[in-house]
């Protein structure tokens, strides 16, 4: 194929992600949600739990609502794999600072701003390694999420976007014969918390300051890991677990088992959630989609 769009594949601890360079801005605009769903397509797509346009901030008006470009050149415009957006996307925005400084788009060694509907966040790439600081948690009481009959007490944290924290009953497991079960439907959730839909997320406990989880995420159902999710875990975590009594997060560190792999999250005691994990490029190539 020879027409077309350039796109890249890359993915997070298997959050996966159909890229899209538009620097100036000037080849996709404002993305068709019925375009997003065909890419992320697996069977006549590309394939991916979303889209990560990487666009100028300066080029795109959305973006300068929310970063200003002399702080954050780069702006991830994130869409989930249904077309919606979400203010924020984790595992995204690791594998988009791997892509600019892949491509040369930014200069190594050094912190890297950008851009999201969320604000800025500053990210650094250490070889496999890369932190992001996602900003301050919002810890905003608790909520009740349920899959069929099975009903969980869940923490509402916001991380930008919206996470609904149910940690399991003592004895009970995540695997798909548990209450959890395959996930293949959205959990219930109470809509007047959640107007604009919910990232849930189920939690057994392995250990002190070790935590497995799966979630099922608005707008693109149950994937292998959800870096926003492990950030709003761990701050649930920590509250459950008395630690966040001596400042907002005390350096609590939680070690996130997910499907996909595994993250590392400290809720700092200046208030930050400081998440790191590997995010790669796998493919490129060119789409007619
Ligand atoms: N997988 C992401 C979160 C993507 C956005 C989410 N589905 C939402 O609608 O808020 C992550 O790694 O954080």
Partial sequence: MSE?????????????????PDHDGTVHGDLDPARVARLCDRRAGIGGDGVLRVVRTEAYAAAREHADPAEAEWFMDYRNSDGSLSEMCGN?????????????LVEPGRPIPVGTRAGVKVIEVDGDRITVDMGRPQVL??????????????????????????????????????????????????????????????????????????????????????????????????????????????????RVDLPGGTLEITWTADDRVLMSGPAVVVARGTTAL
């Fill in 92 to 104: 995204g925005v690791r594998v988009f600072a791997r892509h600019l400084l892949e491509e040369g």
């Fill in 4 to 20: 077309g769009y350039p796109f890249l594949k890359g993915h997070g601890t298997e959050n996966d992600f159909v890229l899209l």
């Fill in 141 to 254: 009481g608790t909520t009740e999420v349920a899959v069929g009959s099975a009903r969980w007490a869940a923490a509402h944290v916001d991380m930008g976007n919206p996470h609904a924290v149910a940690f399991l009953d003592e004895g009970q497991s995540l695997a798909v014969d548990g209450p959890v079960g395959p996930l293949a439907s959205e959990p219930d959730f109470d809509r007047s918390v959640y107007p604009h839909g919910v990232n849930v997320e189920f939690v057994e406990r392995r250990g002190a300051g070790h935590v497995a989880m799966r979630v099922h995420e608005r707008g693109s159902g149950e994937t292998r890991s959800c870096g926003t999710g492990a950030c709003a875990v761990a701050v649930a975590a920590a509250v459950a677990d008395g630690r966040a009594a001596g400042g907002p997060g005390a350096d609590a560190t939680y």
